[in-house]
């Protein structure tokens, strides 16, 4: 079947930190990959995607490659900010549906 | 170009009530899909319509159920609600049915519904 398995939270980085939050998948077929943020009562935004192998998505100073061999979709980011203290959430679509991981939450303190 | 918008944004109701919660999409979009999020739970999916029709559907019962209408509008409903039905609902659009053309969803804010 498919699903996404995230490493669980919270994560607690100092501002300017690298961050890293890993994601792996199960999927038949060929997925395209997504990371979302939440932010405190919020919905879910668009973060960044990725539709096919070695595709690299990238946003706001995040990236995430997509790779298939690994099975992984890894989201980084150089230095991080305050403001980036969200929840994040790696998904997949795949023969027509969704599927979302559980979230991570990231703090970073100033 | 304007987002996804749910209304209401609150609500307080009692066990046995029901609720409807309404959804309008993305001008353009055809597929709506409804979410569950508790802190305990995550993230969980409740049921997507595209063309006024259901065309996937998550684990839950019956009391939760749902429509979209011909401008692709949707509602949701629960019935005879339940302390565990507090959470934060979250509606989201996309152009095709369930990622299809690699689209990706878009949400709205959602609504909390806290039940007393």
């Known amino acids: 079947g498919n699903s996404v398995t995230q490493m669980e939270g919270p994560v607690t980085l100092s501002e300017e930190a690298f961050l890293t939050i890993n994601c792996t998948y199960t999927?038949?077929?060929?997925?395209?990959l997504f990371w979302y943020v939440q932010y405190p009562g919020e919905g879910l935004q668009l973060l960044l995607k990725?539709?096919?192998?070695?595709d690299k998505g990238s946003n706001k100073g995040f990236e995430a490659t997509y790779r298939k061999e690994t099975t992984s979709f890894h989201l980084e980011k150089g230095s991080v900010q305050v403001s980036d203290s969200a929840v994040y959430f790696c998904?997949?679509?795949?023969?027509?549906?969704?599927?979302f991981g559980s979230g991570t939450k990231l703090n970073v303190k100033p | 170009k304007a987002g996804v918008t749910q209304t209401p944004r609150y609500l307080i109701k009692t066990r046995g009530q029901q609720v409807t919660l309404s959804c309008s999409p993305i001008?353009?979009?055809?597929?709506v899909s409804w979410y569950q999020q508790t802190p305990g739970q995550g993230l969980q999916f409740l049921f997507e319509?595209?063309?006024?029709?259901?065309?996937n559907k998550g684990n839950f019962p019956g009391r939760f159920s749902g429509r979209q209408f011909s401008n692709s509008r949707s509602e949701m409903n629960v019935s005879t609600l339940e302390l565990g039905d507090s959470a934060l609902y979250l509606c989201?659009?996309?152009?095709?049915?369930?990622?299809?053309?690699?689209?990706?969803?878009?949400f709205g804010d959602g609504t909390r519904l806290s039940i007393l």
């Open positions: 989201a659009s996309s152009l095709g049915l369930g990622g299809l053309s690699n689209q990706p969803q878009h």
């Open positions: 999927a038949t077929g060929y997925p395209s």
């Open positions: 990725a539709t096919k192998a070695d």
């Open positions: 998904a997949l679509s795949n023969f027509n549906k969704f599927y």
């Open positions: 001008s353009g979009h055809r597929s």
């Open positions: 319509y595209f063309s006024e029709t259901q065309r």
